[in-house]
T-cell receptor, first 109, second 115 residues
């Protein structure tokens, strides 16, 4: 079955602390993995895509096929990182997204 | 370019009533997707249009939901009759064919409350 699991509903850290949002997936084959973010009063937007291997706003995510994980990391959290983060997958070359339950990140001053 | 537009932004209706949600995708985007987030749960896929054709409607919960995309432009999602469990946020997203998840643009969503 195709599934994305984000075990933490809420993650609260202090400004400047490292943050890791966990994501595990189940998929037959090689999916495309994504992290989407929704800031307060804004629309859902793409943060990272595993194929691009880039760092956006200081966030990185490494695909670990052995552990079927795609955890999102940032070494020093900022207050403006507070948002709802969704891990998602799709089949290669597009199609519908399968989302995890989302993790609310709260960065305290 | 204009983004994906959804309206209404909020709708409160009584159980048994009908509600129609609308999504205007980005011009030229043939792919149009509907998703729903029910309180406390994940965002779930409802259906996918390619132009005016339904490519995948495996996520539609039941026959009270009807989606259309006449002419391959805007899309409507009608719920008739609405039930309490239909409450949630309905998202629309559009993309160009072949762009994959990278090319998705989401709308702001319609928050539907059924009382």
């Amino acid at each position: 079955a195709q599934r994305v699991t984000q075990p933490e509903k809420l993650l609260s850290v202090f400004k400047g602390a490292p943050v890791e949002l966990k994501c595990n997936y189940s998929y037959s084959g090689s999916p495309e993995l994504f992290w989407y973010v929704q800031y307060s009063r804004q629309r859902l937007q793409l943060l990272l895509r595993h194929i691009s291997r880039e760092s956006i706003k200081g966030f990185t995510a490494d695909l670990n096929k052995g552990e079927t994980s795609f955890h999102l990391k940032k070494p020093f959290a900022q207050e403006e990182d507070s948002a709802m983060y969704y891990c998602a997958l799709s089949r290669p070359r597009g199609g519908k997204l399968i989302f995890g339950q989302g993790t609310e990140l709260s960065v305290k001053p | 370019e204009a983004g994906v537009t959804q309206f209404p932004s909020h709708s409160v209706i009584e159980k048994g009533q009908t509600v129609t949600l609308r999504c205007d995708p980005i011009s030229g985007h043939d792919n149009l997707y509907w998703y729903r987030r029910v309180m406390g749960k994940e965002i779930k896929f409802l259906l996918h249009f390619v132009k005016e054709s339904k490519q995948d409607e495996s996520g539609m919960p039941n026959n009270r939901f009807l989606a259309e995309r006449t002419g391959g432009t805007y899309s409507t999602l009608k719920v008739q009759p609405a039930e309490l469990e239909d409450s949630g946020v309905y998202f629309c997203a559009s993309s160009q064919v072949g762009s994959g998840g990278y090319g998705y643009t989401f709308g702001s969503g319609t928050r539907l409350t059924v009382v």
